[in-house]
């Protein structure tokens, strides 16, 4: 991780010119933006021309070109994925449950041990048209990736047992509110972005969708320290070990 801002406590629980532009922002619970990425993925120019009055492909440019700066006709489209890296923990008793967590986590802050992590990675990449006159937004796709690391239990003792399979689903269920949390801020980039007036340069227009995500990303960021708060890292949804030992 390149940039932490904050630490989570995890222990205890172009027709004309068509430009499309991806950014790329990773985001961990740990809180910060690590990573900007933007780049051109597509450009055609010259497409549409004026041959002795209007052509076409002009007409319609000029047609569509119309309705395509209304917001309500550009297209929307989220992905959302998760997967799971695990690792795994061979206590023969419920008194080794915890020191096994301890010693088998990858997970560690600050010297500090956490035994789940949920990183979320925000993409947004949107399409726009421009007509020698404005800029405007004709699609935007968002992606949620979300890494999730986890422990998994490779004994089967009945008293381990008989904690874990208290403790383990409220872990899990408390990373995926963080999750959700992604999938929140990804629908906000996407409808602002969607419903933004077109510009007259679409350099403007770019600066400003991208300022819309990073704003979001920053929410994002204060909605996982409140989450996170309100829950006590978990512990209010029974992701707290010690409540079961």
């Known amino acids: 991780m390149a940039v932490t801002l904050r630490k989570h406590n995890k222990q205890f629980k172009s027709d004309s010119v ?6 790329w922002v990773k985001f961990s619970v740990y809180g910060g933006q690590i990573e900007y990425r933007g780049c ?5 120019i010259g497409r549409y021309t004026n041959i002795q009055g209007f052509s076409v492909k002009s007409l319609l440019l000029i047609i569509f070109g119309s309705f395509a700066i209304l917001p309500s006709l550009a297209i929307a489209k989220i992905s959302v994925s998760e997967k799971y890296d695990f690792y795994e923990i061979y206590p023969f008793s419920k008194s080794e449950i915890l020191d096994s967590l301890n010693n088998k986590t990858p997970i560690s802050k600050s010297g500090e041990k956490f035994h789940g992590y949920a ?20 699609s935007v796709n968002m992606t949620v990736d979300t890494k999730y690391t986890l422990p998994k239990l490779g004994t089967s003792v009945d008293d381990v047992n008989e904690i ?10 408390h990373e995926k509110g963080h999750h959700k949390l992604a999938i929140k801020i990804a629908k906000k980039i996407d409808n602002s972005i969607l419903l933004m007036s ?4 679409c350099s403007t227009l770019e600066k400003k969708a991208n300022a819309i995500g990073y704003g979001y990303m920053s929410e994002l960021d ?19 070990l010690f409540s079961y030992l």
């Open 40 to 44: 051109v993925l597509h450009t055609l």
């Open 164 to 173: 874990w399979n208290q403790w383990y689903p409220k872990l899990v269920e």
């Open 119 to 138: 990183y979320s990675d925000v993409k947004w990449n949107f399409r726009w048209e421009y007509n020698n006159q404005s800029c405007w937004i004709t």
């Open 18 to 23: 068509r430009l499309a532009f991806l950014v």
């Open 198 to 201: 077109s510009e007259s340069k």
């Open 222 to 240: 204060l909605m996982n320290v409140e989450y996170d708060q309100h829950t006590n890292h978990g512990e209010t949804e029974g992701a707290s």
